[in-house]
């Protein structure tokens, strides 16, 4: 670093640009801490132009994410989520042997989604092996 350019940076004063930004940051806040972080950048943006303040919604979360500010609907928070932990696991207690001397000791059973137009299906099927052997035998 030169000798002029440090004492330049010693010497130097907030441009008007930083002034309003860090005033901007203060009702940011404001508006997130109002709404209990629900807002994210463009309803902030929208509430600051009812104020009179016209402010782009970019310039809004970019100061958001430099005051490390995010709204609750924001799936920042997910990006670094640890694949690393497992679901609890269960014993296999089958083995593949699809077997039953008796009804109602032994249920299988699984679950699909099927897609719609007007949303997601939930089907879930479960099935006495005892009363399904005793089918397949029968034809």
Not at 52 to 68: A, D, P, Q, T, Y
């Amino acid at each position: 670093m030169s000798r002029a350019g440090y004492y330049k940076y010693l010497n130097h004063k907030p441009s008007n640009r930083d002034i309003e930004n860090e005033v901007l940051s203060k009702e940011i806040k404001q508006i997130f801490e109002e709404n209990k972080g629900r807002y994210g950048s463009i309803r902030i943006a929208k509430v600051l132009k009812q104020k009179g303040i016209h402010v782009n919604r970019k310039r809004v979360s970019r100061l958001m994410r430099n005051m490390k500010i995010f709204s609750k609907g924001c799936r920042y928070h997910y990006k670094h989520y640890n694949y690393k932990v497992n679901a609890v696991e269960r014993p296999n207690l089958l083995n593949q042997v699809f077997e039953s001397d008796g009804r109602n000791k032994i249920w299988v059973g699984d679950i699909t989604y099927i897609p719609t137009t007007r949303g997601t299906l939930y089907l879930a099927v479960f099935i006495d092996i005892y009363i399904q052997e005793k089918l397949l035998v029968g034809q």
